[in-house]
């Protein structure tokens, strides 16, 4: 039984998350690492105001997120893979060893912003829950049309998928959704459009600025978004990291991965605990514990049981 650590994406991010996290050396050292990449001061990206910003929004979660990792590492907490959501991708990298911190923060930048710029106006995503994916790319294709576009976006459990376009091409799905009985068509509170063509853009400059980075082997599994599978090159990783802001993430099959290597703990990081949940349900044989919920000490006391256990199985 082994560890895998989760990285949550944006729509997790709540005030004043940099400012809670657990008092450790390897954690303060980090918020300082990420800092001086920066050149600002990554605490100032978690107030109230600040957050209304998806740069300060990405960027804090990358923060968080390798900080706890870190410290977790630090207490020997060791996983043997590591995923992470859109946005949080790029901290499972880092985490992963692929990335350093100060490249992982300047993509993280990069990204942020161009999702701004190349967002159109009148763009957004939706939820719906209670359908089966074949049904939702059915009622997509219906309604999708050339000047309302609408595209299936992130799978994140069986029957609880995300749709990115047109607001008036996600009205139209959504409406037929209910007809088709969905427990849940919502439209979500996001100021940019992702996990779409429309990114296309942002995905092309992502790949050129990652050509220009010294990436390193991966030091244990990373599972992709775009594809869900198991990663082991820094090619292979590479690509799905610039790819994921145009294309669905396919979160359930990136956990049911996990769950095939042999995972057992699932450790989300900190702000996050929606990615515990959808672990949970998915998976009722294992582990689930959102790090920002319970006690440091207690998460670290849970990783080291199952890494122990881990280790006593390959003995044998």
């Given amino acids: 039984m082994s560890v895998a650590f989760l990285f949550p994406g944006q729509g997790s991010q709540v005030p004043g998350m940099l400012h809670t996290l657990p008092d450790h050396p390897a954690i303060a050292r980090t918020l300082d690492e990420a800092s001086e990449s920066l050149g600002e001061n990554v605490l100032e990206f978690d107030s109230t105001d600040a957050l209304q910003s998806t740069v300060s929004v990405q960027l804090a979660l990358l923060a968080s997120g390798i900080a706890v990792a870190r410290a977790l590492m630090a207490e020997g907490v060791e996983p043997e893979a590591v995923a992470g959501m859109s ?19 300047r993509l993280m930048k990069q990204r942020a912003e161009m999702m701004v710029e190349f967002s159109p106006k009148g763009y957004g995503l939706a939820a719906i829950v209670g359908l089966t994916e074949k049904r939702v790319s059915t009622l997509v294709e219906e309604a999708n049309t050339v000047q309302n576009p609408v595209y299936v976006g992130n799978i994140n459990a069986p029957g609880q998928i995300v749709i990115a376009g047109s607001n008036e091409g996600m009205s139209k799905v959504l409406e037929a959704a209910r007809k088709s009985g969905a427990r849940k068509a919502i439209r979500l509170d996001v100021s940019e459009v992702s996990h779409c063509p429309l990114m296309e853009p942002v995905a092309d400059a992502l ?28 090619e292979a990783i590479s690509e799905d990291l610039a790819n994921n802001v145009a294309h669905g993430v396919r979160w359930y099959d990136a956990t049911t991965v996990l769950e095939e290597l042999g995972c057992r703990l699932f450790l989300e990081m900190p702000p996050g605990h929606v ?41 044998y």
Avoid: C, W
């Fill in 275 to 315: 990615l515990s949940e959808l672990g949970r349900e998915a998976f009722p044989d294992a582990r689930t514990l959102a790090v920002g919920e319970t006690s440091f000490e207690y998460a670290v006391r849970l990783g080291r049981q199952f890494d122990d256990d881990l280790s006593n199985a390959k003995r």
């Fill in 87 to 105: 946005a949080g991708a790029f901290a499972a990298a880092v985490a992963a060893g692929v990335l350093n911190l100060a490249d992982g923060v």
């Fill in 207 to 234: 790949k050129k600025s990652l050509q220009l980075i010294h990436l390193q082997k991966p030091k244990m599994a990373y599972v992709g978004n775009v594809t869900g599978r198991a990663l082991r090159s820094a």
